[in-house]
């Protein structure tokens, strides 16, 4: 401390020291502020926006990875359409005629084979295409597991099926053997089988009674 000074002086130094601080200190803070308002600050609204985008990018990239992981969908059989609005019920006629016919043509078929007649119903060859087998004939003939059974029908041609053993029954592939083959109420098949999971198939058709 120089000696020349007074406490006085010495005072009034420090505090111009002091204030010249502050004004700098002010100026620093003023500039700051300044630059704050000028820099456009981003709406609420477009960020609200860019986040719901950027969700739904991740929420479909999600969604492919899913779709990528599923297995290939099977491939089926093209079958004919039918408008089930018009559903025509056979007569008693010619529900009869069908199956009379249908006896016959299993006789002449002769027993090196086993056979059995089944006539058609609206719920074997529309909506739900579900044909129920005899119980005694899958009994004694047919697996006792699930199986695929091939219908062949009159032209060689053949259909594999699904067998249901514990419901006795043709699900998956009697749809497209039914609409292929234009089956309807009223009609009679004769089934008769060749080899332990494959049938050949005889179709008599209802409409067959007014060709007499």
């Known amino acids: ?16 020291e002091n204030k010249r601080k502050l004004e700098e200190l002010k100026l620093s803070h003023l500039s700051v502020a300044l630059r704050d308002a000028s820099s456009p600050k981003p709406s609420p609204s477009k960020s609200v926006k860019r986040k719901a985008l950027q969700e739904q990018r991740l929420v479909a990239v999600r969604r492919s990875v899913r779709v990528a992981n599923l297995p290939e969908p099977p491939t089926y059989r093209p079958c004919k359409r039918r408008d089930l ?23 002449e ?8 007649v089944k006539p058609m119903l609206q719920s074997h060859v529309t909506g739900g295409f579900w044909l129920g087998l005899s119980k005694q004939f899958c009994n004694k003939y047919l697996p006792k597991r699930d199986s695929t059974i091939t ?4 032209e060689d041609e ?17 749809r497209g053997f039914s609409l292929h083959h234009e089956l309807v109420d009223g009609d009679a098949l004769v089934f008769q089988l060749i080899e332990p999971t494959k049938f050949k198939v005889h179709i008599i058709r209802a409409s067959g009674y ?3």
């Open 85 to 107: 609005s018009n559903r025509v019920y056979a007569s008693d006629d010619e529900r009869m005629y069908a199956e009379t016919r249908a006896e016959e043509v299993e006789a």
């Open 1 to 16: 401390m120089s000696p020349s000074l007074s406490y006085e002086d010495l005072r009034n130094k420090k505090l111009q």
């Open 109 to 116: 078929l002769g027993s090196e084979f086993p056979t059995f």
């Open 210 to 212: 007014h060709d007499q």
């Open 151 to 154: 219908l062949v029908d009159e």
């Open 158 to 174: 053949e259909f594999d099926t699904v067998y249901l053993a514990n419901k006795r029954g043709l699900s998956g592939g009697w």
